[in-house]
């Protein structure tokens, strides 16, 4: 095949040559004598004629009539296909030009030209005179992309399903036509291109709806392609006259990673940023494609696989513990926690598509906070950092723990790390997040929340790290996630700075911290002794509390009922030993208050204050001066203490002075 491709790439390379006319006017005008030729089969086969001149001129110009040129006394033309072709031999001499022609029959097809593969799959071959259309495979995820240099897939960034619809690429045509090596380049009036490029389209605008640029643009009708050996071994397509496919980036170059009857699968460079390859996936046109996607739920070792493949009639499922299904939507349960690789193979009885996902099974939520000591998360990394799970370098200052997540940063700026949680994050609990970085530099933490279902929806938030080499606490206002599916986090260690150096990473989690006023979040609470709870709007906006919204609590019926909430931070009694909260009873009479050791329950503080007002707001003011070891970062009220079933209470405001 290697010898049938050198034999087609000096063939267009003829095609692609040629030469600018001089016009000389000096000298005795040549006669059409002059430009007479003949014409004779070569020995390499009847679709080679050699064509010879034996006139003076100082340039002779061969048109083959095949869309090939040539210059010389004596050439040699390639004619594959069969058929009348009109040669014609232009001299100059001093005087001027002149020129003649004459026909040339191809009586045969040579058959050599058919049993290319490459050809046959990019254009149709013998069978398709008329040449194959190719569009971008857009109903489908991975249609365009983009990766390192070290790469062949896409590694950094693939599209979603018709994500960049309305770009100007959804609707280009590629024709390849084997005769003549012809390629038509149809844009349907614009075209989609990097950055880069837009200087070198006039009217390129920035396109809000897909990024980048969109131009207005026609390509031009005298295109050809040649295929050649590249030097990776690739097989390789390229155009003259400006000729491109798909996103433009200032190249006609194109490696072929993969082709086959409904496939064609590209990689490209990019003329402003040599450190990055392209990908486009193409289809032929009118050719529905077929899909494997799959999406996954886990509960426990129990895994729900939800299958969004298209144009599938059958499938064929591999979950990575050497179990298989054929169901459409299967539900499996594996025997172990563990990463597991699962396969999808999807089909239509002809062609195939597989898809591989990494999945986490395990009895451990993922979900906030995230310790690290007694469970490992699977985080996925870009932009080629690395991650691993070590023992604290520095258990010192604002951590002492054991275990911490440590990644160094890749060669990009934009280079980090994402764990999926296994359910979104509840905004109405706390819109702050806090979590702990040792830095080997000062400079910018970048935080991410995400919809793992639709990544164009996330937030970003930017936070300083103060100082180098030490454990310090970074916390994140997330108030603008409210009412959003955030379940993916995503973290940026030295943002914007390529080989930032190596971080860990501790206590990522959600805060719930002093004061407590509820009106933005509202956080759990944990009830006992019958008692209920609910947020509600402020029933009695007057006197000292005209806040929007308070807790209400109905006392259960054992004297000793109540509520408690856990603050994600013990609280520091250093800076103050009292602590105030605002109450409207039913009645008068004990207001109980208890901070609680989380990890050890008989290490606490309880001190009661009076209710002496009825149905109105009052402040209540409780010393805890005298608690014990601590910390204490659980705070336990119990309205109407020593009552069983003593009404309804509304709390707000619970801070420390």
């Not at 009348?84 to 030009?97: A, Q």
């Not at 932009?383 to 604002?398: E, K, L, M, R």
Request: hydrophobic content about 35%; glycine content about 8%; some cysteine.
């Amino acid at each position: 095949m290697k010898k049938l491709l050198n034999i087609f790439f000096v063939a267009t390379l003829l095609i692609l040559g040629g030469c600018e006319e001089e016009e000389y006017s000096l000298g005795t005008p040549p006669t059409e004598q002059d430009a007479q030729f003949t014409a004779e089969q070569d020995a390499q086969g009847e679709n080679w004629i050699n064509f010879s001149s034996s006139s003076d001129a100082f340039l002779k110009v061969w048109d083959f009539g095949n869309g090939s040129s040539a210059e010389g006394d004596q050439v040699t033309a390639y004619y594959p296909f069969a058929g009348e072709y009109e040669v014609t031999l232009t001299v100059y001499e001093k005087g001027g030009s002149v020129s003649s022609s004459q026909m040339i029959t191809i009586a045969n097809t040579d058959p050599e030209i058919c049993n290319v593969e490459v050809l046959s799959l990019l254009t149709g071959g013998c069978d398709m005179p008329e040449g194959k259309t190719w569009v971008i495979d857009a109903s489908r995820g991975g249609h365009f992309g983009v990766g390192p240099t070290t790469s062949y897939v896409p590694e950094w960034y693939a599209a979603g399903p018709n994500e960049k619809e309305g770009g100007g690429m959804y609707d280009d045509e590629y024709t390849f036509v084997l005769n003549e090596s012809v390629f038509i380049q149809e844009t349907n009036g614009d075209i989609y291109l990097n950055a880069g490029q837009a200087s070198n389209f006039p009217g390129a605008y920035e396109n809000p709806d897909v990024g980048d640029f969109t131009a207005p643009y026609t390509a031009p009708e005298n295109i050809n392609y040649s295929i050649f050996e590249g030097p990776e071994g690739y097989t390789n397509i390229s155009f003259n006259n400006g000729g491109f496919i798909g996103y433009a980036t200032g190249v006609n170059s194109y490696q072929i990673v993969s082709i086959s009857e409904n496939e064609l699968f590209l990689r490209f460079k990019d003329a402003t940023n040599p450190d990055l390859r392209w990908y486009h996936r193409l289809i032929p046109a009118g050719v529905t494609p077929i899909s494997s996607v799959f999406n996954y739920s886990a509960n426990g070792l129990e895994v729900a696989f939800t299958n969004e493949s298209q144009n599938a009639t059958g499938y064929t499922w591999d979950f990575g513990d050497g179990n298989t299904s054929t169901e459409t939507n299967p539900v499996h349960t594996y025997a172990a926690e563990g990463t597991y690789t699962v396969t999808l193979t999807a089909t239509d009885g002809t062609d195939e598509a597989v898809s591989t996902q990494e999945i986490v099974v395990s009895i451990t939520p993922v979900a906030l906070p995230l310790s690290f000591e007694t469970f490992e998360p699977v985080f996925t990394t870009f932009g080629n950092s690395t991650y691993q799970y070590v023992d604290n370098p520095d258990q010192s200052g604002i951590n002492t723990s054991a275990r911490v997540l440590e990644t160094v940063h890749g060669n990009e700026p934009w280079a980090g790390l994402f764990v999926d949680l296994d359910e979104p994050i509840d905004f109405s609990q706390s819109t702050e997040i806090s979590l702990k970085v040792w830095a080997p530099a000062t400079g910018t933490f970048r935080f991410k929340l995400e919809d793992i279902a639709n990544s164009d929806d996330f937030i970003e938030i930017d936070q300083e790290v103060p100082v180098a080499n030490e454990w310090v606490e970074l916390t994140f206002d997330v108030s603008a996630a409210v009412g959003k599916s955030y379940a993916r986090i995503v973290i940026f260690p030295g943002w914007n700075v390529a080989d930032a150096g190596t971080f860990y990473v501790d206590d990522i989690k959600q805060k719930t911290t002093l004061p407590l006023t509820f009106e933005g979040a509202e956080p759990n609470w944990v009830t006992f002794g019958g008692s209920t709870y609910q947020y509600v709007d402020n029933p009695d906006a007057s006197g000292i509390n005209t806040s929007a919204r308070v807790l209400e609590t109905t006392h259960g019926n054992e004297t000793w009922a109540g509520l408690f909430v856990d603050l994600s931070d013990p609280i520091d009694l250093t800076a103050s030993t009292t602590m105030t909260v605002k109450v409207w009873a039913p009645t008068t009479g004990t207001f109980r208050f208890k901070l609680e050791n989380i990890a050890n329950s008989d290490d606490f503080i309880e001190v009661d204050a009076s209710v002496d007002t009825a149905n109105q707001w009052v402040e209540l003011t409780f010393d805890v001066s005298g608690a014990p070891a601590g910390p204490y970062a659980r705070i336990v009220i119990f309205p109407g203490w020593g009552v069983a079933d003593a009404g309804t209470f509304y709390v707000d405001d619970i801070a420390q002075q």
